[in-house]
């Protein structure tokens, strides 16, 4: 199965680490400079220009992405939820 994580990009289910809110997470020292340190060598995906809801953390071709996503992290997480409940 696989998550749509905004416009045109969708990633296996089975690859997602984590799905974080991003409002939540930058009271978070640590969290803002981990994800400052990943855009600068490379490991963020800016889905769109539109302000940032969540962030998902993947692992894709044995390499941690951060795909930066519009979408709120809740519905994000119902949406992986579904795929669950249906099998």
Known sequence: MFL???ENIVIPVKDIIGIFDI????YSA????FLRMAEEDGFVERITNDKAK???LAEVDKKSKIFLSPISSST???RTE???YDA
Not at 23 to 26: D, H
């Open 54 to 56: 969540s962030f998902v």
């Open 82 to 84: 579904t795929f669950y």
């Open 30 to 33: 640590d969290t803002s400079q």
């Open 76 to 78: 994000l997480q119902k």
């Open 4 to 6: 749509h994580l905004g």
């Open 23 to 26: 409002e939540s997470t930058m």
